[in-house]
């Protein structure tokens, strides 16, 4: 049983937190969820209580559904393919011991810290159908677009991919390579005196010791992949050409700000958040492993 | 006495931690405000004196002005000037590139400016805001004389003014107009020169031209480019063709979604002026990824003839202009009609100045609106933003303070009697005219018909309304 003073000094520490997080975080969320519940322009305080109206026309918005599928698309892609550069990188730095490591560290984990406008402007150019690099290169080996990587419906959602990916890698190297790092040298070299490969040691210590670090991670990609549907896609594709690019929030932000349908948006803001809550949860379940032997 | 020197400091630091909590919550009114102008200047030399008006005006008012391609020069300058006029009043100039962001959640805490001046291109929309009892009517406004005795607002005014949907919101004045821009056809004036073109009328003579530009020029330069990343810009050639081929009552039905109007066969010939260009292969290649700076500039090096675009060109491209290696002869057109002497459309907007309902000082506000006004001002405000006001002898008036690509438009919609129409729709029909956005996409890249894409955009239509 605690003391009056003991709690009272408790809660002194506890209640600036708590109430941070009341107002910042648990108000706008019950809010919102109250929110999707009215018909509001976002523009006054004039709202109308409209039931489950918004929930009822997401059913039916044809949009939604093509928008799911574009994050579903780059939930699967992204993580793939940012999980097998990250590893691979992380692994070739860490074990084969190159002299320029340290730098390859740092060159690969700067695109993590640009911001997000950054990446955007620069793949945009990059990827540009006059002069983009990447165009040029696919020139070089006699493949010429009729339109240009992101100006194309067929290929958009496979080039926005690619700046989504080129700016995690580092970030998930770095969190990989620490966690190789700790791994006991000993066991590596018990490995090699058995006759084990490269690929083996990889396989059955490397991956099965930075499980937890994978564990994290997989949750770190699959809620970016979130994350990363808005800014890139807003800035690069503007969700063109003819919404191959469109995205549950860049569609989200469209209902609110152009069409000024607040309520509408926060109804699509509540189901983003059950299908976050979601993944995340599933993810945890998913890779959940029983304690190694 | 450990325990008591503990207990002291728990009970302070809860103390603390609630009186920062409360202050935080409390009202932070203050913080919010503007900060106040510089002082006036004593030298101004408005013609406009109180003692004219003969009111007793006091106090202060808010101004929340949007800092866009027009900068900000005009207000700090307007509001030294009206502070000058009115000696004792006080104006807290509020400029943001980002003002609907700041203003929005201001206006749903009930904590309002006195003005507001352009919030970027309706990203507050007016009619919304009036609709919901937010806004001021301001017809008495416009029905009282002007500063300068020039007769009543209302007759300084060009006379569409007055009728435009997001200024004549239910026969309610909800906003006065800040300027006009007009939105047509663009074309390079010295390749049309160089080649004896004729600028085209009608939608045949376009493509006919478009025949011609092609045996000329083959793909060393296009006939047709847009800001193909954002192809509403294609709305131009989409509206002016509504316009023409469906005749301006059916336009009207359209823009006020009235059942069926979308249906009529006219939408599918608008349509086919889009897809036209496509079929023909008129548009440059490349596009639907440009942001509308690389198109335009594409434009102004010469690399095609036409582009849609507005009376904002001259200003929007100012850095770009003078590192062009060859000075840029702007050419505009009014939308090209469906028969030869048919009627002829330019689309118009206005950006706009409104007082909501809850003004804390609405006379002095009022006031305001009506010194921006006056001749002297008006000429002001061309000459600090090089845009125009739509008043009546506006280009004689302010013609050597605004571009020459702006001259030069009203100048042609004067001479070819184009009608404004307005490309402000009712918000329902917005909402599927996004599928349309998506189809002029569709149509570049031949996977959609006109046909289709017009079922497309009755089908979002009927699916809202």
Known sequence: MLKKHELVFILSFLTPTLALFGIFTLYPYFNGLKMSFYEWSGFSDVTTFVGLDNFKRMLDDDIIPMTLKHNLYIMLAVPIFSFIFALFNAVAISQFKLKESKWYRALLFVPYVLPVTITAILWQNMLGGDYGLVTSILGWFGIHLDYPLLGNPDTALWALCVPMIWSVVGFYMVLYLTAINNIDESLMEAASIDGASQWDKVRYITIPLIWETIRVTLVLFILGAFNYSFALPWIMTDGGPARSTEFIATYMYRVAQNDHEYGYATAIGVFIFIIATGLSLLSQILTRKSKLD | ?465
């Open chain 2, 1 to 465: 006495m450990k325990t008591k020197v503990v207990r002291a400091f728990t009970m302070l630091a809860v103390v603390a931690v609630f009186v920062s909590i409360l202050s935080a919550c409390g009202s932070n009114k203050g913080n919010n405000e503007a900060s106040p102008s510089t002082s006036a200047s004593p030298s101004s030399s408005s013609s406009v004196t109180p003692e004219d008006t003969g009111k007793k005006l006091e106090g202060e008012i808010e101004v929340a002005a949007f800092a866009g391609g027009f900068g900000t020069a005009y207000w700090e300058e307007i509001v030294k000037k009206f502070e000058a006029t009115y000696p004792g009043t006080k104006v807290n100039l509020l400029t943001s590139p980002k003002l609907s962001d700041i203003l929005q959640p201001r206006f749903v805490a009930g904590d309002y400016p006195d003005i507001v001046a352009n919030t970027n291109n309706g990203k507050m929309d007016v009619r919304i805001l009036m609709r919901e009892g937010q806004l001021a009517d301001l017809s008495d406004v416009v029905n009282s004389d002007t500063l300068d005795g020039q007769g009543t607002l209302k007759d300084i005014l060009n006379p569409e003014v007055l009728n435009y949907p997001t200024i004549n919101v239910d026969g309610k004045i909800a906003a006065l107009p800040l300027n006009v821009t007009y939105q047509g056809i663009y074309y390079n004036a010295t390749i049309m020169k160089e080649n004896g073109w004729s600028v085209p009328t009608t939608w045949d003579e376009f493509f006919k031209l478009g025949e011609t530009f092609k045996a000329k020029y083959a793909d060393s330069k296009a006939f047709w480019t847009y800001q193909g990343m954002y192809p509403d810009y294609m709305h131009i050639n989409f509206y002016g063709a509504l316009a023409a081929y469906c005749g301006a009552d059916g336009y009207e039905a359209i823009k006020t979604a009235q059942d069926g109007a979308i249906e009529k066969p006219c939408v599918v010939q608008a349509l086919q002026t889009i897809e036209n260009l496509a079929k023909n292969d008129l548009v440059m290649k490349n596009i639907l990824d440009k942001t509308e700076v690389q198109a335009q500039t594409d434009f102004l090096l010469g690399k095609s003839l036409f582009i849609p675009w507005g009376t904002w060109a001259e200003s929007e491209m100012k850095d770009v202009l003078p590192t062009l290696p060859n000075k840029f002869e702007f050419g505009f057109m009014p939308m090209p009609a469906a028969e030869a002497g048919g009627p002829r459309y330019v689309i118009g907007d206005y950006e706009l100045m409104y007082m909501p309902a809850k003004a804390k000082n609405p006379e002095l506000a009022k006031e305001f609106l009506r010194f921006c006004l006056t001749q002297e001002n008006i000429k002001f405000y061309s000459e600090k933003t090089t845009a125009i006001k739509p008043v009546k002898g506006a280009v004689e008036l302010v013609g050597s303070l605004i571009p020459q690509s702006v001259q030069n438009t009203i100048d042609v919609i004067e001479q070819t009697g184009a009608t404004l129409i307005s490309d402000r729709l009712d918000a329902k029909m917005n909402g599927a005219l996004g599928e349309a956005w998506t189809g002029f996409t569709e149509i570049m890249l031949k996977k959609k018909t006109s046909e289709e894409v017009q079922a497309a955009i009755a089908k979002k239509f009927n699916s809202t309304k």
